[in-house]
């Protein structure tokens, strides 16, 4: 996994910036009812999702938490005083504590299955009853556009997407949340390009071919003879689903 805390002062940079965060932040919203309340933004990174969320929504009274102390403090610039240090697996706050709550492009991050059910109890937990959950889902695959690339790339190995839509829609109904809706928003800017892809191999970015594995300079030849180094082919295209609790009886 990456390093959050140095990849902090350049993430939103190379993940698409405002132009995606604000796709983002449409597509949540859409599945969050507009009324007034509180939202957890879980894993909230450097805030540039959150904050848009709070200005969409000023009857919102929105709350980040993020592990890394690199992407809080960034997300705390942005929303001051409504930040905090948490593990999204052990969340610091009592049950039913919440409206809505939120977490873009965290399940993808987790390598144990068990992680990814614990995230998902306690963002039920907080929930109140009647409130909303909504996440990202098969982060890895929306990379797949049936690119040039994606034809080199195929044979790499890959870790099990502990993000499916099926598995964590499994986990949901383990805490009583039923499905209620899904969206996709483009991943503006970050189309691939041949060259951008030989860089974000040997940094680590493909999280099955770490620095060092010599897979990476084979793919990287392979990729360098495909034609137009530069130019990004299609953006992403990524997937949230909305979870309600039940409302109390």
Not at 7 to 32: F, H, K, Q, W
Not at 175 to 199: D, K, N, V
Not at 219 to 240: G, I, K, M
Request: hydrophobic fraction near 45%.
């Amino acid at each position: 996994m990456l390093n959050y805390d140095k990849e902090a002062d350049a993430y939103d940079a190379s993940r698409g910036g405002e132009p995606r965060a604000e796709a983002a932040t449409e597509a949540v919203l859409g599945l969050i009812p507009d009324r007034q309340g509180r939202l957890l933004d879980v894993a909230c990174g450097t805030g540039i999702v959150t904050r848009r969320l709070a200005a969409s929504r000023p009857g919102l009274r929105v709350t980040g938490a993020d592990l890394a102390p690199g992407m809080a403090r960034m997300a705390a610039a942005r929303l001051p005083g409504a930040v905090l240090l948490a593990d999204s697996r052990r969340l610091p706050f009592a049950d039913a504590t919440f409206d809505a709550v939120t977490s873009i492009w965290l399940l993808h991050l987790l390598s144990d299955p068990a992680d990814v059910r614990a995230v998902v109890a306690e963002c039920a937990r907080v929930l109140r009853p009647g409130g909303v959950y909504v996440t990202t889902v098969d982060k890895a695959a929306a990379h797949d556009v049936g690119s040039d690339i994606d034809t080199v790339l195929a044979p790499r190995p890959r870790r099990p997407a502990q993000d499916a839509a099926e598995a964590v829609t499994a986990h949901a109904a383990e805490h009583r949340l039923q499905p209620a809706g899904q969206a996709s928003f483009p991943g503006l800017g970050q189309g691939r390009s041949p060259r951008s892809t030989i860089a974000d191999l040997r940094r680590g970015w493909f999280t099955a071919l770490q620095p060092g594995d010599p897979r990476i300079e084979t793919f990287a030849e392979d990729l360098a003879r495909l034609p137009h180094q530069d130019r990004p082919r299609p953006d992403p295209v990524f997937r949230v689903r909305a979870f309600r609790k039940p409302a109390a009886a």
